[in-house]
């Protein structure tokens, strides 16, 4: 029950939210947007019950008119099947209610009429989402599954090109076909928005991650990944090899062709500790 009122007490309106609902108020849909609203309430908390269930630390729900933001202090070091199941939870949602909609106008509870906007509404909901664009699921996705194969940081970077293209090509689509759509300019504006505001601050994401990692006590580990480095290469050039769900050991060569394993914790305390940003490795372990 605490983690219910928790939710409900942690949820918040962007600003975006209100815009579109006015505009629907002034063009005579509100009916449309009280669906919305709670499409987008039940879409949201489908997430933070997700991430509650696996005791993440959930800062606020912040409900945007084509899904929400559930703000979480987790850093990319969770296990994947957990984020995973945290992202695909806000979209499964759309499926739950779609299907109590049938049996309630099966049953004659609510009008076909009022049965076939909910359904349109959560389609459409449904696959804007799903795009991979950040910061939409269909988005989170992308980096996840970028994450699989990649370092973090390039699979950060990799997902926001793709996303700033996908983008780009939407806006020319709505240009030739929806100019006159000022919801849709507005929700492709916030995307556009996003993706700028993540680029901008792709270091700090990137400095979290290590810094979550480096302080976290019981981190999932999926495999065991050495990673090769010259005695000369700065550390900040390794850190940016790391990669999520992995345990790294750090295989360092030296001119003569002497080796020496080093601990990525060893590499971590060096970096924020004893702050060696741009020191190479063997300054940290020396060799004799």
């Known amino acids: ?38 499409i987008v309430l039940i879409h949201e908390l ?14 606020r729900i912040m409900l945007l008119p084509f899904g929400g933001v559930a703000e ?16 695909i939870s806000g979209p499964l949602t759309h499926l739950v209610l779609m299907a109590i909609s049938y049996v309630l106008v099966s049953f004659s509870i609510i009008s076909y009429e009022l049965h076939q906007q909910f359904i349109v509404q959560n389609m459409m909901i449904l696959g ?4 991979p664009i950040w910061p939409l699921d269909g988005g989170k996705l992308l980096f996840l599954f970028f994450t699989r194969t990649l370092p973090f ?50 270091q700090y994401v990137y400095l979290r991650f ?23 290469d700065p550390i900040q050039h390794v850190l940016e090899q790391f990669q999520r769900g992995c345990k790294h050991v750090i295989i360092v060569r ?22 060696r940003l741009h020191a190479p490795i063997e300054e940290v372990i020396p060799f004799y």
């Open 153 to 202: 940081l390039q699979a950060y970077k990799k997902m926001l090109y793709a996303s700033g293209s996908l983008l780009a090509g939407l806006l020319l689509f709505s240009a030739f076909f929806y100019f006159q759509q000022l919801h849709l300019w507005m929700v492709l504006g916030f995307l556009g928005f996003s993706i700028y505001h993540e680029w901008r601050h792709r």
């Open 254 to 275: 030296n001119k003569e062709n002497e080796q020496i394993q080093l601990d990525e914790n060893e590499l971590l305390h060096a970096y924020f500790v004893e702050r």
């Open 1 to 38: 029950m605490s983690k219910i009122l928790f939710l409900l007490t942690n949820i918040h309106i962007h600003p975006l939210f209100w815009a579109v609902f006015g505009i629907g108020i002034v063009t005579a849909h509100f009916q449309q947007l009280v669906i919305l609203f709670f």
């Open 46 to 59: 489908g997430h933070a019950a997700a991430a509650s269930f696996f005791s993440w630390r959930i800062k």
């Open 210 to 232: 290590l810094l979550d990692r480096y302080h976290s006590k019981e981190r999932n580990i999926s495999q065991l990944k050495p990673l090769l480095a010259a005695a000369g």
């Open 128 to 131: 804007f989402n799903l795009l």
């Open 72 to 87: 979480v202090e987790e850093h990319g070091n969770r296990p994947f099947r957990e984020e995973l199941i945290v992202i």
